[in-house]
């Protein structure tokens, strides 16, 4: 029996070689999309993560819509926050309707009529479904100062000609919730924002110090730090906000609870800078910055600190629902912002009667947007996360 054998002639070993000359400002013919892929800078590749995150694509939009309807809520807000209607003393939401009799009439409401019970105190409404009235988009409403500067009257929405429209009903002294819940955005949101400001810039500045100097800094940082954690942090922030002088205009109110935010939120963040500038300060990259006679601050503000980025950027998404939370707990409470500042937490501040909320449960409506906002940053946080982390 004979084997064959593979073929060992000299042909059989011959490599290919291509004759063509190399040219280094050549690339290689790997396709449109590929090259667009490895010439993309950083910031585009963590667009092309997040962008494939649906969820917190989703939540992104959420946040941004919240977030423009900020600077316009006098023109959004159907009715001025403080005009009270003394008719309609804890109405119930009027419904938007688009059909009258099997006819397309467009958005209307039906207007309430009411008869008070002796028996029960109460005001009972009733819905008059024989008088549909239209609801009015870009007219002329109350007067509002724009930014505080222009007088205008102008809104995005009115109620009807010589009616009313109360969209999530109406509160003690019959105001409007819509439009209260519109104008409470803008200091809950706003808050948020401000507070993770201060709480980051003392945590960047206390943890790179910890992290990058040592010594007897880091033990007196993280002295500073214990001490702060193991005080219980919804009976400090009730001991501080109780503190602010009661003769405090609303605007010193609003920023002295985004202080007091701001400065009992940063010592997590702090120890998470310290623990990854311990590790990151012995790379090379750091020590050959260190020979060619960078600053400390340039070191830390230059090379350490965007190498944990992700991780910056996650702990920010996390900590303004946090901050939210907190004022709403304070306002709700009674120890945050005060009328006539309106917030989210001082709506559900008259909610506080379980008697009040088992008769008109629409004053618990403040609660929606408290809880979409917080999972929405929770979601964008988890995708901006994996988007800005580099080997996700």
Known sequence: ????????????????????????????????ENESFYRASSWQLMWWKFRRHKIALAAAFVLLVFYLIVPFVEVIAPYNQTKRHGDFLYAPPQPIHLMHEGRFVGPFVY????TFDLETFRRVYTVDTSQPQPIRFFCRGDPYAFWGVWNTNVHLICPPENG?????????????????????????????IIGIAVSFALGLFFGGLAGYIGGWVDHVIQRMIEILRSLPELPLWLALSAALPPN???????????IILGLLDWPGLARAVRSKLLALREEDFVKAAELMGASKRRIIARHLIPNFMSHLIASATLSIPSMILGETALSFLGLGLRPPVTSWGVLLNEAQNLAAVQLHPWLLFPMVPVIVVVLAFNFMGDGLRDAADPYH
Do not use: C, N, Q
Request: aromatic share 14%; charged share 15%.
């Open 1 to 32: 029996m004979s084997t064959a054998l593979p073929s060992t002639s000299p042909s059989s070993k011959r490599h290919y070689v291509d004759p063509t000359p190399f040219d280094p400002g050549a690339t290689e013919p790997i396709g449109t």
């Open 111 to 114: 207007p309430y009529k009411f």
């Open 164 to 192: 009313t429209m109360f969209l999530l009903g109406t509160d003690r002294l019959g105001r409007d919730m819509f439009s209260r819940i519109i104008y409470g955005a803008r200091i809950s949101l706003t808050i948020g």
């Open 248 to 258: 405090w205009s609303p605007i010193l109110v609003f920023f002295g609870i985004t």
